[in-house]
Each structure stands twice: as C-alpha cells, then as structure tokens.
C-alpha cells in the first residue's frame, strides 16, 4: 500500500507542477500577443506616416517644378489629382 500511496503522491506533485507550468505559459503567450497586436498598431502609424510624408514630397517636388518652370496649368491639375487621391485615401481610413 505505501508503494501506491507514494506513487499517487509523486503522480499528484507532477501534474500539479504541469499545470503551473500551462498557467505560466498561457500568461507568457497572452503577454506576447499583447506585445505583438502594439507592434502592429505602431507599424500601421508608422505607415500612415510615411505615405503622408510620401504625399508631401510630392508635393513639394511640384512646387519646386512650379517654380522653375512656368507652367501652372499642369501643375495644378496634378496637385488637385493628388487632393484628391488624400481625400479618398482619408475616407478610406475613416471607414476602416
């Protein structure tokens, strides 16, 4: 009898030391998809920003043209396509 007593005991101290371990590692887990869905929130802002950056330079670039050349006409057509292509660009994110 204490050869099974001993036995369940040892069985006992495992498993309780096995779901100790499952609670640690769903803590880590819930802690890492924490950390991973704030990575993906930062790197959509920071894709946000470069296309707006990406948008400004363009239209500095069109500036600077305006400025050398003399042709307004195109130019502003092109700035008004690039409003807006933002403007769509800025509904398109407002729905989302």
Known sequence: MFD??????????KVRQLADEVAHLRTLVSEKEDECRDLKEVLNDKEILINNLKEQNKLIKLGNKLTEKGDCSEIKL???????TIDRSLEILKNV
């Open 4 to 13: 099974f007593e001993t036995s369940v005991t040892g069985i006992e101290f």
């Open 78 to 84: 092109k700035i008004n396509q690039m409003i807006r």
